[in-house]
């Protein structure tokens, strides 16, 4: 009795787990688990990065193999022993329907179901698509390998969603620190003024940097937790792929009902919120300024002094001779260098900027309306001029003479003020108050050392 259990044990031993008929060119895994050699192959088919044992799930880097030739002698000699049960009934029986104990080899698809012929006939899988296990097992795996590949993508996306938003997130710091050394250079001139503002506008940057960080965080741990379910899913796939061909049509309909796209998540964008200052007026309303009452102006040729040079398009004008047969008559009104624009105004506020290139003297303002008629050169004065004049020296830094200087104006009419600003250094040069007639044009004046002066009308970008 005893030497027939042994030998009953050592025939189970020289049995494969996967196809539970004697061993047929026995190889051997890490874990130490014996297979057939096309058994272990061929439940490894769908697989590519992980590789576990059907027995233990122990995985098997790159699904590596060692041919056992000792226990393959062994499995030819068991051969030769007489056994008393048939090879499917080693391990376990042939299951029945518990409703009509008859062999299971039907599986709706529908249903993901194994049946018997009574279940057919049964009204539950009237019109339904009924297989035969064995195709049905085949069917199972390729839809198994699918959602695998698709899982994998999904990974693959997730993992992609996860790098772009840790870049967003650099991307987001890397703003923040512009716009604080943006800042810096304002604080340091505006010092006294501005020491508490800097402290207010320090800290709101501060609080969005929490608040980005900790939205960054929070989107970074659902990425993570997403992508972790995605593996978990994943890997659960992975082991139903290598269940017996009844338990995996047992199981089947769960992991249907499991499997789903799930919403990736979504990559947080963090707009910075560009602060500015209060204080002091002049300069923190400069922004406001040129963002509403911004003029496109465009220069008189007509009013053009015979020693400028206006541009084809009337954006620029040049201290220079102009050609002898230009036909022009403002230089018998005006008796210095100037030209006037072609808008004019008699009401509102409105705001325009210039560049300027090279050394000499510039003014900038506003004359009346009569300048556009002939009138004397005896008849002008200075109350007929609202303007502001410029002494523009070489750079101490010759790296700088290659910037341009820029300006701008801002007139209220009703207010009765005409301010002007250096643009470069954003600071509040000069203010002039007074009564403005019925109407008023924006002029430009060269003086006598201004033969290397270059003034083109520019708009904010």
């Given at each position: 009795m005893a030497f027939a259990s042994s030998l009953t044990e050592l025939q189970l031993?020289?049995?494969?787990?996967?196809?539970?008929?004697?061993?047929?060119?026995?190889?051997t895994l890490d874990c130490g688990h014996n297979f057939c050699d096309s058994c272990v192959q061929e439940r490894w088919a769908y697989l590519q990065d992980i590789f576990p044992c059907p027995v233990c799930f122990h995985h098997c880097p790159g699904g590596a193999t060692k041919r056992n030739t000792q226990l393959s002698y062994i499995v030819d000699i068991m051969k030769q022993l007489p056994t008393?049960?048939?090879?499917?009934?080693?391990?376990?029986?042939?299951?029945?329907?518990?409703?009509?104990?008859?062999?299971?080899?039907?599986?709706?698809?529908?249903?993901?179901?194994?049946?018997?012929p009574q279940c057919r006939a049964s009204s539950d899988h009237q019109g339904h698509h009924l297989l035969p296990t064995g195709r049905a097992i085949v069917n199972q795996r390729k839809k198994l390998k699918t959602y695998m590949e698709l899982l994998k993508k999904q990974i693959n996306d997730a993992k992609m969603v996860y790098e772009d938003q840790v870049r967003?997130?650099?991307?987001?710091?890397?703003?923040?620190?512009?716009?604080?050394?943006?800042?810096?250079?304002?604080?340091?001139?505006?010092?006294?003024?501005?020491?508490?503002?800097?402290?207010?506008?320090?800290?709101?940057?501060?609080?969005?940097?929490?608040?980005?960080?900790?939205?960054?965080?929070?989107?970074?741990?659902?990425i993570s937790d997403h992508m972790k379910t995605l593996k978990n899913l994943l890997d659960e796939l992975t082991k139903k792929c290598l269940q017996t061909d009844q338990n995996l049509l047992r199981s089947i309909k769960s992991t249907d009902l499991q499997y789903g796209d799930l919403p990736s998540p979504v990559v947080l964008t963090y707009e910075i919120k560009r602060e500015s200052s209060t204080l002091p007026p002049h300069y923190i309303g400069l922004n406001n300024m040129v963002s509403t009452f911004q003029e496109n102006l465009t220069l008189d040729l007509e009013t053009a002094h015979a020693n400028l040079i206006v541009s084809n398009d009337r954006k620029r004008v040049t201290f220079g001779i102009r050609p002898m047969n230009f036909v022009g008559n403002f230089q018998h009104r005006i008796p210095f260098p100037a030209v006037l624009c072609c808008e004019s105004f008699t009401e509102g506020r409105h705001f325009w900027?210039?560049?300027?290139?090279?050394?000499?003297?510039?003014?900038?303002?506003?004359?009346?309306?009569?300048?556009?008629?002939?009138?004397?050169?005896?008849?002008?004065?200075?109350?007929?001029?609202?303007?502001?004049?410029?002494?523009?020296r070489p750079f101490w830094d010759t790296e700088q003479e290659e910037q341009d200087r820029r300006y701008g104006v801002f007139l209220d009419y009703e207010l009765g003020e005409l301010s002007f600003y250096n643009l470069k250094s954003k600071f509040f040069l000069h203010k002039i108050t007074g009564t403005f007639p019925e109407r008023v044009i924006p002029f430009f004046a060269f003086g006598p050392s201004s033969d290397s002066l270059m003034l083109s009308l520019v708009m904010e970008q």
């Open positions: 031993q020289a049995t494969c787990p996967i196809c539970s008929d004697y061993l047929r060119d026995a190889v008393g049960r048939s090879k499917r009934k080693r391990q376990e029986e042939e299951p029945l329907c518990e409703k009509h104990n008859e062999v299971l080899d039907l599986f709706c698809e529908e249903d993901s179901e194994l049946l018997c967003e997130g650099t991307e987001a710091r890397f703003q923040i620190e512009n716009c604080k050394g943006e800042l810096k250079p304002e604080f340091e001139k505006f010092k006294f003024h501005l020491k508490t503002e800097e402290i207010v506008m320090s800290s709101s940057l501060l609080t969005s940097e929490i608040i980005m960080e900790d939205k960054l965080t929070q989107n970074k741990n659902s900027q210039v560049e300027v290139k090279g050394t000499g003297e510039l003014s900038l303002g506003l004359c009346k309306e009569n300048f556009r008629e002939k009138i004397p050169v005896s008849s002008i004065s200075d109350y007929d001029f609202w303007q502001f004049k410029l002494t523009l």
